[in-house]
């Protein structure tokens, strides 16, 4: 029973992707329509992003010099192992499951309300495929922010590094140098290429959650959060599969 609900549900959300990726009807309407999700999705995510990447990036320098609390381990290794954690998983898997939280729930319960307002049959009516218009430029708006958020997630993640080092876990020098040292730019290549999947899982998932909706106000919320918990599954085995793909 689960199994062949969850084959409909799958066939639906491909479906529902197959609706969205069809040719616009008016490319301005759509540019319109990508520049306000980029301001709603991408430029209010910023201040979050920055406050929990900064403190993060502290925590993390202060709990990995408790744990390699040993005179034999040079400081700079502190260094070396806060740029990978934050780098390789922190900014690139936890800051999307934040934005899962944030974007999904916003989007799922947005494509709701207009759903149970009919506002999407009114689309439909008016000759507007509502799939495409509404989800497409939502897409295009996180893929393309959500590697920038991603890149300034890891500068101020190691910049609070910095901050917790200098109060007297290690010295500016050793910090420095453990930055740079042994460094593989691949690294963030594969945070990216990571990033820019689970921007297409977020707003993919939370879009059919919300575009389906049937019912009132109560089923909306319901769809909500059942949009970020899908999400955040998604997120979490996808960083699984391209872990395995691009780093073993």
Known sequence: MFFNKWI???????????RTFRRP???????NAF????????????????V????VGAVVTIQTAFNLDDPLIPDYYIAIATRESIVLEFSPTII????????????????????????????????????SYLIAPKIAALAFFNPILIIISMALGLVGGYLASIGGVMSAEDYYYGLTVDFNAYHIT????KTF?????????????GFYVRGGAIEVGINATK??????????VSNYMLTQVLLV
């Open 227 to 236: 949009a970020v918990v899908s999400s955040s599954v998604a997120i979490i």
């Open 25 to 31: 009807e008016n490319g301005k309407m759509y540019y």
């Open 35 to 50: 520049l306000s999700d980029l301001d709603l999705l991408g430029i209010n995510s910023l201040g979050i992003v920055a």
């Open 8 to 18: 409909e549900s799958l066939g639906k959300y491909i479906v529902l992707l197959g």
């Open 52 to 55: 929990i990447s900064l403190f």
């Open 197 to 209: 999947v689970f921007a297409f899982l977020i707003v993919s998932i939370s879009a059919y959650f």
């Open 96 to 131: 999307s499951l934040i934005l899962a939280g944030k974007v999904g729930s916003n989007i799922a319960s947005t494509l709701g309300s207009m759903r149970v307002s009919e506002q999407i049959d009114a689309l439909e009516v008016m000759g507007v495929n509502p799939a």
């Open 190 to 193: 594969y945070a990216l290429i």
